[in-house]
């Protein structure tokens, strides 16, 4: 990534003042190894006390914030407690979880395994949690409470036995790994070595389309989607540094990572 005319290396500026100078001069460049957990999140975590995200629940009583060292440090564990369950590069993961703090280090982590993210909203109803599950080809089921029961009854019309994994991430149920007690166990620290490396053109991430002609269309992208995001927090957006931006799209809808990926890629330097 580099800001065309101010010599300061790898950096993309967002101060934009001329759109048709924008159009001319913006560039991506796209290396042939990318991983958006490492060389974008913990990279940002080497900035001590960096806030990366403010979360609150529907009445506007409960506040967390989270730096960039948390939403390291948390993915982390999270890929480690995966890693226990035999999660690996290339892995389909099913996750509905809806606006929680545990879906963005639960994101981060899969990136930081190369494991392919299948979002899916919290609306969904059994038999469309299923025909995802099927046509995705999950390992991995990961929900919470809320959801847990509807994601069961989609688990049982599955046609045999659903093999993959199950987890939850905020309670205990039977044939569930309960995830909380995952974390607690699992080393928060995670280096590029510990796993695979991910190709910019690795798979990382399927959305399966609304809907709306007949059945949802898989829709994949590879480990440089976020790169493209660069243009969305810039262009679009117009973020300066240090705005907050507030996101309302299910996790399952692609607008939440329209609101996610560009805007923790601002202004990154080396």
């Given amino acids: 990534m580099k800001d065309e005319g101010r010599g300061k290396g790898n950096m993309v500026s967002f101060?934009?003042?001329?759109?048709?100078?924008?159009?001319?001069?913006f560039r991506i460049d796209v290396p042939e190894h990318f991983n958006f957990g490492f060389d974008v999140i913990d990279r940002y975590a080497e900035q001590k006390g960096r806030r990366a995200l403010v979360w609150t629940d529907p009445s506007g009583t409960e506040v967390k914030e989270y730096t960039f060292a948390d939403i390291s440090r948390l993915s982390n564990q999270a890929a480690n407690a995966l890693r226990t369950l035999g999660v690996r590069?290339?892995?389909?993961?099913?996750?509905?979880l809806g606006r929680v703090p545990e879906w963005f280090f639960i994101l981060v982590a899969c990136h930081k395994l190369g494991a392919v993210i299948m979002p899916a909203p919290v609306i969904l109803t059994a038999s469309d949690i299923e025909y995802r599950i099927t046509k995705g080809k999950a390992d991995v089921v990961i929900t919470n409470a809320a959801n847990v029961l509807t994601v069961e009854e989609a688990i049982r019309t599955i046609d045999g036995s659903f093999s993959?994994?199950?987890?939850?991430?905020d309670g205990d149920a039977h044939g569930?790994?309960?995830?909380?007690k995952a974390m607690t166990a699992a080393s928060p620290v995670l280096s590029k070595t510990d796993v695979e490396k991910t190709l910019a053109t690795d798979p990382f991430l399927i959305y399966f389309t609304s809907g709306t002609t007949r059945h949802p269309k898989m829709v994949p992208h590879v480990c440089s989607y976020p790169l493209g995001h660069l243009r969305t927090a810039g262009l679009w957006h117009g973020l300066k540094e240090n705005d907050l931006i507030w996101v309302l799209s299910d996790t399952g809808w692609a607008k939440s990572g329209w609101g996610l990926y560009g805007q923790w890629e601002r202004a990154l330097r080396a």
């Fill in 176 to 180: 569930w790994v309960d995830f909380r």
């Fill in 15 to 25: 101060d934009i003042q001329d759109y048709e100078q924008a159009k001319r001069t």
């Fill in 164 to 169: 993959g994994r199950r987890v939850l991430v």
């Fill in 89 to 96: 590069k290339g892995d389909r993961v099913f996750i509905m």
